[in-house]
């Protein structure tokens, strides 16, 4: 558990880089999709942590 935890925050901090970059870099269309990316991704582990509700 704590290794799955350690990279999960590891690939959040990539994520974060990554929109970060393509701000700096104005790319507007890389910062979209390194931020819907990162957001797809941390919905399917919240989901998978708590369940997936609709509500």
Not at 33 to 55: D, I, M, P, R, Y
């Amino acid at each position: 558990m704590l290794i799955e935890g350690a990279l999960a925050r590891q690939a959040a901090l990539s994520a974060h880089k990554d929109i970060f970059d393509a701000i700096l870099m104005r790319d507007p269309d890389a910062a979209e999709k390194a931020l819907v990316e990162h957001l797809e991704n941390a919905w399917t582990q919240v989901s998978s942590t708590f369940g997936n509700s609709e509500a």
